[in-house]
């Protein structure tokens, strides 16, 4: 009776070392070559991004109010009004940039003169119903889903 439990002990344990060593292939260090491409030709790199130029002010006063209007739902009156101020706000920003001359607290201080003018201005503009939905703070966004090597480890945890 020593012997049968013995045996099927030992038998479980090989089998499940057995499995173990199967089920860690070796992976690849090139991706497979695409279908059709010669097998000897390494897969295409990424091309680098050319860096973008950046916005002018009217760009930018263009893309805020847009995505006022479609979060306030702004009227064709309201449209214009809201630009402007942005407008504004935007040169403002660029002439306190070069008043700062590299002060962050100096810069600071005029973002705030600045951002309060502009909110105070939208303020007039809005209806109080999009001025709620306007002041509201802005919503959290949603957690990234983990890749699958990012998981913590228990024993990690633990020390």
């Not at 942005?86 to 070069?98: N, P, Y």
């Not at 100096?106 to 003169?113: G, H, T, Y």
Request: charged content about 30%.
């Amino acid at each position: 009776m020593k012997k049968v439990i013995l045996n099927v002990a030992l038998a479980a344990v090989m089998m499940f070392t057995a499995a173990g060593v199967f089920a860690q292939e070796a992976k690849p260090a090139t991706p497979p070559p695409a279908p059709g491409a010669p097998a000897n030709q390494a897969a295409p790199q990424a091309q680098p991004q050319p860096p973008r130029k950046p916005l002018t002010a009217e760009e930018r006063a263009d893309r805020t109010t847009m995505g006022l209007t479609k979060r306030l739902s702004l009227t064709p009156e309201q449209t214009p009004k809201i630009k402007e101020l942005f407008l504004t706000s935007i040169k403002q920003e660029e002439a306190d940039r070069k008043t700062a001359a590299g002060d962050k607290d100096k810069f600071r201080e005029l973002s705030k003169v600045r951002d309060d003018a502009r909110k105070a201005g939208i303020k007039k503009v809005l209806t109080p119903e999009q001025w709620t939905k306007f002041d509201a703070p802005p919503a959290q966004p949603a957690p990234k889903p983990a890749a699958p090597g990012d998981a913590p480890k228990k024993a990690e945890e633990k020390k």
